[in-house]
């Protein structure tokens, strides 16, 4: 047994996925899994395909990898602007990806022409997050370049909101992006099969009564992983926002009594000791900055956070308090979530009620047969 873990329940996460695909389809957007904060985790990636998506997102090459050599071949869109030093993996592994740069593009098409492949472009555009995009101005310009280009092909456009700088989608942005989408294709008589509109905060706009245009794709990774909407952190009503749980090991206890000294102060300070501490312990758990964002675990009721170092995570505990050996379990944000899928001493265990559509290069996975309800 391997400790810190993660415990990753599969069914939670095709019950989310599922909810968002059927939902969305009703308003005709298609449903692309975002696989970043998961590092490309082939099995959980599958379990999004099994619940209907029409691909997979991600920001890194090294985590499309991943997913190829476990043998997926769905359709794998770079959502991160491709580094241009990378170009010929991205044509090798990646069906399409998101652009800006011309120069990055013609190196794609390049790349592209060498293995006789035509790769897929969607043009992103600037719509107030201030991270990526091409300006809308010059958006037709570019979509003709990019036109006149052997070696890719013009699928779509995109936007993304709220990553940067927290600004939210709004009827009118959403209805920016469904002009120049018809604008474009009006300019340079090509069709954008593809108009993306966004990740998990475009949810509210898709699910209000007002009309999509052209957006008929969202690329959603948070709230189908963590059921929560990202802007609100609130959780998302009908989804499960336990699908992962971490679990860290207790490997010191104490009493939670004031010590003369130093440090006592450094406590108190910090954390104001009360008489209330008498029905208090003092744990150490093997966990630390290392692994995780600290601050994105959330403590389980009757614990406190004290502090945490680069291996280490302090809390008080209410009585009867857990002994050396045992582990606590925490829900985690998007934030720790990303970062502990990530971490090389986080073992990650995947509960599935049900296998796999198609067979993976060591998918890893514990049969277990479980029917837990929605909590509300
Ligand atoms: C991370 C990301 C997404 C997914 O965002 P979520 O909030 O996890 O849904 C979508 N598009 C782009 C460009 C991203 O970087």
Known sequence: MSSPYIEVDLAKIRHNAHTFVEQLSRRGINTTGVTKAICGHPAIAQVMLDAGVVGLAEARISNVKRLRHAGMTCPITLIRTPMLTQVDQVVEFCTASYNTQLIVIAALASAARRRNKVHGI???????????????????SIAHQVKMMRGVTLLGIGANFACLSGIAPDTTKMAALSLLANETEQCNGVFLAHVSGGNS??????????TVGRINDLRLGEAILLGVDPLSGEPISGLFTDAFTLFAEVIETHPNAIIEGSDTDFFCDRHPCTSNQQNTKRLLLALGHQDID??????????????????????SQRAPALNVGASLAFQINYSALMRAMAAPDIEIRLLTDQPLSVPLRTPNMNQRKHVRSLHA
């Open 122 to 140: 969607i043009l992103m555009v600037e719509m107030g997050d201030r991270r990526e995009g091409i300006m809308p101005n010059d958006l037709a």
């Open 201 to 210: 905060a475009n949810l509210p706009w898709a699910f209000s009564d007002k």
């Open 294 to 315: 600290i601050l994105g675990l959330e403590m389980p009721h009757g614990n406190t956070f004290i502090g945490a170092t680069s291996d280490h995570l302090v809390i």
